[in-house]
DNA sequence: GACGTGATTGTA
DNA sequence: ACAATCACGTCC
């Protein structure tokens, strides 16, 4: 492939304040299969977005897994297909982005082969990349809630249902198979925010960071 | 802590 | 037709 390097050189008026051309592109395949999988592995990787050459990003530091039509939570729960969830069939590695409550984008990043649903929702980031413009995105807001939430997260890194069913490739996000530092734990439970599938433990953080959302589980 | 927002979907 | 939803911001 065409190497880790992301193009960063493009990037007008922000500053990459961490090194990327180490860490490797996560590629598609790393999403092609459980998303209970996938979901805690991609935590404290580094996720971009290039939107127009205005890159925003931080390391990743809360996801929850939605599986298939055995998870009550999912948007393919108890139907097949819709208009919505579609993304959500197609091949891994993809984005799936949605509208919700009248006003915030959610992020996912699609798992299972495709014709099998599942998607791994990215909760929260550590704002590290591209800063002035993820405070002008989300105008009033201190540092530390920048992107402590899904809703959040998807506005300081300005996306919206155009961006949903990119690829790894063609889409704005990249992600940077960054290792978890020393120190740095895993923690798991219920998902937040559900009406159904609470008692299955599926939403992975890291211990103690402060940058993970206040969401209550439920 | 409760409410408005308001697209999409499931239920009536 | 209407209520619920993988939140957030604001007001009480």
Redesign the pocket.
């Known amino acids: 492939m065409d190497g880790g390097t992301p193009r960063l050189s493009s990037a007008k008026g922000n500053k990459v304040a961490v090194p990327l051309s180490d860490a490797a592109l996560v590629q598609q395949g790393f999403f092609d299969r459980d998303p209970r999988a996938v979901a805690p592995e991609l935590l404290g990787m580094l996720l971009i977005s290039d939107k127009d050459g205005v890159v925003t990003g931080g390391r990743i530091v809360e996801t929850?897994a939605?599986l298939g039509s055995d998870d009550p939570?999912?948007?393919?729960?108890?139907?097949g297909i819709?208009?919505?969830?579609a993304t959500?069939y197609g091949p891994p590695g993809h984005l799936y982005v949605?509208?919700?409550?009248?006003?915030?984008h959610?992020l996912?990043l699609v798992c299972e082969s495709e014709g099998t649903a599942g998607?791994v929702?990215i909760?929260a980031i550590e704002p590290t990349i591209g800063l002035e413009t993820m405070r002008l995105r989300?105008q009033?807001?201190s540092d530390r809630?920048l992107t402590?939430?899904?809703?959040?997260?998807a506005?300081a890194l300005g996306l919206t249902?155009s961006d949903n069913g990119g690829g790894l490739i063609d889409s704005a996000i990249r992600i940077h198979a960054l290792r978890l530092p020393a120190g740095e734990r895993v923690a798991t439970s219920g998902?937040?925010?559900?009406?159904?599938g609470h008692e299955l433990h599926l939403r992975y953080y890291l211990e103690g960071h402060k940058n993970v959302?206040k969401?209550r589980i439920g």
């Open positions: 929850e939605y939570g999912s948007h393919a729960a108890t139907k819709t208009k919505r969830n959500m949605y509208f919700t409550y009248g006003n915030h959610m996912n998607a929702l909760r989300r009033g807001r809630e402590n939430g899904p809703g959040k997260l506005a249902m998902r937040i925010g559900l009406s159904a959302s969401g």
